[in-house]
């Protein structure tokens, strides 16, 4: 009964908050060419993570975060393991970093979501449409050399706390065309909000690892493979050792 209501409760924030808050997103779209592209991200962000930090409330989750402190500034890509549904409302909540984020192409029909994952430089990619899903990747590297960071699973799928899947080697050929660095992300317990639940809301910890970036620099001059394994290892090694410690 307690997962039901939660659900029940989370759910209904989750899909309740999105009408009222399109007077919103019309006045920050008003702002735009105002402001400067660092200034208007910030502006949109706001509304997003009040969203995503609200559906994480009802949870009644807790959530630690380390790392802060390798953020860098500018335009980056974060490259995260992906565990659940809920990786991107804690993403969002927890990183003070306005980022857009590659989706698939089926949100774009929920109206209300893709209008704000427009505005947020959000991609959408058809993965069965191979022009599309080469426009898809032409389209995250303009919005990285425009100045937004944007977020990539090289997974490509959730692995629901079954551990880490291989990597998609996209995502480094991505980095390299945008020159910008690479933010590597470990992110633990999401899956056991939801996923584990069948698809019922329960309280979980959950633990994000913000690790130290791959320099652009480093990045041109290295093997797009070994780029690839070496932050598979790293990200794989880091979610060992939250799972050791949450136990």
């Not at 993403?91 to 929920?110: M, N």
Request: aromatic fraction near 8%.
């Amino acid at each position: 009964m307690n997962k039901l209501f939660s659900s029940l409760r989370t759910f209904g924030f989750l899909f309740g908050y999105l009408p009222i808050s399109i007077p919103k997103l019309n006045k920050i779209k008003s702002k735009k060419g105002l402001l400067s592209v660092e200034q208007y991200d910030l502006l949109v962000h706001e509304v997003p993570q009040k969203w995503a930090s609200g559906v994480l409330k009802r949870t009644k989750s807790e959530f630690t975060v380390e790392g802060l402190e390798n953020l860098p500034e500018g335009p980056v890509l974060f490259v995260s393991n992906h565990e659940g549904n809920f990786d991107i409302p804690t993403l969002l909540t927890h990183i003070p970093k306005p980022f857009g984020f590659i989706s698939k192409i089926e949100i774009k029909k929920v109206p209300l979501v893709a209008k704000w994952m427009e505005e947020m430089n959000c991609v959408f990619l058809d993965r069965t449409n191979r022009k599309s899903s080469y426009r898809s990747i032409q389209d995250t590297v303009s919005h990285l050399q425009n100045g937004h960071s944007i977020l990539m699973f090289p997974e490509g799928t959730r692995s629901k706390g079954q551990g880490i899947g291989a990597f998609k080697s996209g995502f480094v050929r991505i980095a390299k065309d945008a020159d910008v660095p690479i933010v590597p992300i470990a992110i633990h317990g999401t899956s056991n909000i939801m996923e584990k639940n069948n698809n019922k809301i329960s309280p979980a910890h959950v633990q994000i690892s913000i690790l130290p970036s791959y320099s652009k620099e480093t990045i041109q001059v290295s093997n797009s493979e070994q780029i690839k394994e070496d932050l598979h290892i790293i990200i794989a090694n880091k979610i060992n050792e939250l799972q050791i410690r949450h136990k």
